[in-house]
């Protein structure tokens, strides 16, 4: 039996542009996003790709006409061969008419009311309705399902559906929770010999979505919603969150049947609708770390407390002892580890489809699964765990041409397999950054290892260097470890888990192999690291165990081959292009070593008439400590100038000024060409320990120059820093690029030097 999943929606992006003022990438964030395809034959999973790896706009809602055409071509069939057609939402006309019933009960004024039930009613008729389901699939393929072959599958089962399929089929209770389904926000249940049962009064409304509040924290603070959310658990390592935490004071209700409520209900058309709360609760709106790290931390523990407290509620009601988790809020991965830790359950698995982008496979277990024709032997001999390597490959004559275009540019070395796994081994010795090119691309949000960059986590700036030649991350947000499956406990505290494959759990690092993988280890002592075994990814398995061989370094960092805004890399030349338009320094494409002709061995930033620098650094000394040596400009003037830095000198108080006076100005002269700089010390922040200092007059080509250094600490490591040092400088129209490049390539490896210094005196 063939059956065909398939999520996305031509019309949906546009609506919610015309009728929500969406734009951009928000377009794609409540119905639809993660439009994808997967095709099951006889119960085994032959197929599946996410529609944005081939049409190359991330979280695209669009129809997945591409995903489609591949997933039958990869199988060598067509539409007509097709004996199911399953899609991962059912609303019905009942769904319409509960959901205009909400509208109408709520307490908006009445021509909100009216608008939003029009735009409700149009959404059904034009997009979402069965009818309009068939008529987009007949539209953008030519093919219209035989009605009694189409499977419209309730969202929520199709998400525990994906959980259960992609951990082999084995009984497990269910919990599901995203931003919203057809009506509800999240439920629990329990999956037996491949039917479902969900317990009823289990169910949330969209009204009180954890996965939509947490949503809207994430636009509040000012990232995009439904995209950013790992953005706000990497702040949330930054901070403790407050005591009492007006989230779970306030705003969150636990109740005894297991469910929860919020004191204030969503306006789910509206992510804006508690940003006066948000305020009332922390304060007015600041863009600094200390604001946002705050609120991330206190909207974490709150999303901890209600998940767990289902969970709590679960284990209760069923005698199973696995638990999946399903639904974007199972992809916070900060969470995850406490609630399995908290719980009675001896497994609780996230898939690697946990977010939308697996529905259409568990869309599609579930038609096959509750077809009459579907045997309990045909589910045995189907069932075992899945490997995410479910998209498209490509084959050497594929990558062959795909290097032609490229070859006036880049020099390409055909190893092979062993040679490929001592030469990037031995590449990976040094602070180099390598684009990791193998096999069926990864279906699912992250890269786990067929479309990777890769580098060594012993250099403790290897991160500043990854995001400097590609990622241009937030210098908050943590890179995360590869790590072989049987070493995994001895590196990290894994609890009670045993293996992490998808990247969906967090752990604390042992002390001893912190200052050993540095680059790894994010700000509060963790990594949410993925365990490599054989069976999964022989090769990468194969990279890691020779790269420990020679560095002794257990892990290596693993992050997605992309750039910032852009979908993973999938074809070979989507995989060549990003590595020419980056400073990628390697490119692995299958057995090809890439390199380019025109190498920079340090890649020197593009000045800009308005240059800003942004740099931060984990300091091993305690905020005070750093505090006292970095507000004094002599020490820390001192500090940035070791060896070839040094481009200070007869640094000297001039005016009276001196460290304890603000304003302070103070003198010194460029090593480079003799010229006077002149400086002061405008503003300082005791208790925040932040200072503001500048130029006082142009000199060699920067006609003003202004930064400001901050001191933070970090809540659960009080012994450690975290240091930020933002630049503004505004080049000449007339200065020689030579001079202010210089300064600026100095500029630019200052915080290391700061880092180094606090370093050796912690020694
Ligand atoms: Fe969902």
């Known amino acids: 039996m063939i059956v065909l999943g398939c999520n996305g929606f031509s019309r949906v992006s546009e609506f919610f542009s015309e009728r929500f003022g969406a734009t951009g990438i928000n377009k794609h964030y409540l119905l639809g996003h993660d439009a994808a395809a997967a095709l099951l034959i006889d119960g085994r999973l032959v197929a599946a790709v996410e529609e944005e790896r081939l049409n190359r706009e991330k979280k695209t809602t669009d129809f997945p006409v591409n995903a489609i055409d591949w997933c039958l071509a990869e199988a060598g069939i067509t539409y007509d ?33 009216t608008g939003l039930m029009a735009d409700m009613t149009d959404l059904y008729d034009q997009v979402v309705s069965p009818e ?7 539209a953008r393929t030519g093919h219209r399902p035989d009605p009694a072959k189409v499977r419209f599958v309730p969202h929520h089962l199709a998400h525990a559906m994906t959980g259960y399929y992609l951990a082999g089929m084995k009984d497990a209770a269910f919990l599901v929770s995203d931003g919203r389904a057809e009506r509800f926000s999240t439920l629990t249940g329990e999956i037996r010999d491949g039917r479902i049962t969900v317990f009823d009064d289990t169910v949330i409304g969209a009204q009180f979505s954890m996965g939509t509040l947490f949503s809207s924290i994430t636009r509040f603070l000012g990232f995009v919603p439904n995209n950013d959310e790992y953005k706000v658990m990497g702040l949330a390592g930054y901070a403790a969150p407050p005591t009492p935490n007006p989230f779970i004071d306030k705003l969150l209700t636990l109740h005894d049947d297991g469910r929860y409520t919020f004191t204030k209900p969503l306006q789910t058309d509206n992510l804006h609708s508690h940003d006066a709360l948000f305020e009332e609760y922390f304060g007015p709106f600041e863009d600094t770390l200390a604001y946002t790290s705050r609120v991330a931390a206190a909207a974490q523990e709150m999303l901890n407390v209600a998940t767990a407290h289902q969970v709590s ?26 609630l399995f830790e908290g719980s009675r359950f001896e497994d609780m698995q996230v898939s690697f489809g946990a977010s939308d982008t697996g529905i259409t496979i568990g869309a599609a277990a579930h038609a096959w699964l509750n077809h009459p024709d579907t045997a309990p032997a045909d589910i045995r001999a189907a069932s075992g765990p899945i490997t995410p390597y479910l998209g498209p490959s490509y084959d050497e004559a594929a990558m062959e041409k795909a290097l032609q275009p490229f070859t006036d540019l880049v020099v390409v070395s055909r190893l092979d397999d062993d040679e490929v796994i001592d030469q990037v081994a031995k590449l990976l010795t040094q602070k180099v950054v390598i684009g990791w090119f193998e096999g069926r691309i990864e279906h699912g949000p992250r ?25 241009h991350r937030e210098p908050f947000r943590p890179f995360a470890p590869l790590v072989l499956e049987e070493q995994a406990p001895q ?28 680059g790894a280890v994010h700000v509060d002592g963790t990594s949410r690291i993925q365990t490599l075994t054989d069976e999964g990814t022989p090769r990468l398995t194969a990279l890691l165990r020779k790269f420990t061989e020679l560095t002794g370094t257990p892990c290596l960092i693993n992050t997605s081959f992309n750039v910032a805004g852009e979908p993973i890399v999938c074809t070979p030349t989507d995989a060549l292009n990003c590595f020419m338009g980056t400073e990628i320094d390697y490119l692995i494409l299958g057995n090809h070593l890439v390199a380019k002709k025109q190498k920079k061995e340090h890649p020197v930033p593009t000045i800009q008439r308005k240059h800003t620098m942004y740099h ?23 500090i940035v100038s070791p060896g070839d830095l040094d481009i200070h000198r007869d640094v000297s108080w001039v005016e009276g000024g001196s460290v304890d006076t603000v304003p302070a100005r103070y003198d010194f002269k460029l090593t480079l060409n003799g010229r006077l700089v002149q400086q002061e010390i405008a503003a300082r922040d005791e208790i925040n320990k932040t200072q503001s200092y500048r130029a006082v007059a142009p000199t060699s080509g920067v006609a003003k120059y202004e930064a400001t250094i901050r001191v933070f600490p970090i809540t659960n490591d009080p012994a450690r820093s975290f240091f930020d040092w933002s630049r503004t400088l505004d080049i000449a129209e007339d200065a020689d ?15 290391d030097a700061v880092r180094d210094h606090f370093a050796k005196t912690a020694k």
């Open 491 to 518: 590196i990290f505290d894994m609890g009670r888990k045993s293996s992490s494959p998808y990247m969906t759990f967090v752990f604390p690092v042992r002390d001893e192999y912190k200052d050993r993988i540095p």
């Open 447 to 471: 890269a786990l290892g067929h479309r990777s960059i890769l580098a060594n986590p012993g250099f403790s700036d290897i991160k500043d260097i990854i995001n400097t030649r590609v990622k």
């Open 132 to 138: 309009a389901i068939l008529a987009d699939f007949e």
């Open 81 to 113: 061969d097709v004996d199911l057609f399953a899609f991962p939402w059912n609303w019905s006309a009942q769904v319409l008419d509960e959901t205009l019933d909400a509208i109408r009960a709520s307490s908006a004024p009445q021509d909100t009311k």
């Open 737 to 751: 690029l030579n001079v202010v490049e210089a300064i600026i390539d100095v500029m630019e490896k200052q915080t």
């Open 616 to 638: 931060s650094t984990v300091l091993d000394a305690d905020p005070d400590t750093v505090w006292a040596t970095v507000r004094d400009a002599m020490q820390i003037l001192d």
């Open 313 to 338: 509620h679960l284990e209760k009601r069923t005698d199973l002892d696995r638990l999946l988790f399903e639904g974007g809020v199972a992809l916070n991965c900060l969470n995850n580890t406490p």
